[in-house]
């Protein structure tokens, strides 16, 4: 990670989004009154972004599971399934 001030960043921008992009870094811009901001690649946030989603998709699972072992699912058979599709449930 590289760590630049506001300045900096700024009037060297171009070199800035070269690092991030084309060497995978990651920059910290520092700013007044701790306002910061991270500047990474668009690949990077599609990750992060990603790992987010699937994050709370595993969550979601999770708590099913539990409530699952808990005792609160209902059994149903295919043809009960595939009778309740029929009728558009």
Not at 15 to 42: H, L, P
Not at 66 to 76: D, L, P, R, S, T
């Amino acid at each position: 990670m590289i760590a630049i001030n506001f300045t900096t960043a700024r009037n060297r921008f171009k070199d800035v989004c070269d690092k991030v992009t084309d060497g995978a870094e990651t920059v910290f811009v520092t700013r007044k009154a701790e306002k910061n901001v991270v500047i990474i690649s668009a690949e990077r946030y599609n990750e992060l972004e990603k790992a987010e989603r699937n994050a709370a998709y595993l969550k979601k699972l999770e708590r099913g599971l539990a409530q699952f072992h808990a005792g609160h699912g209902i059994v149903k058979t295919m043809e009960e399934l595939e009778a309740m599709e029929e009728d558009g449930v």
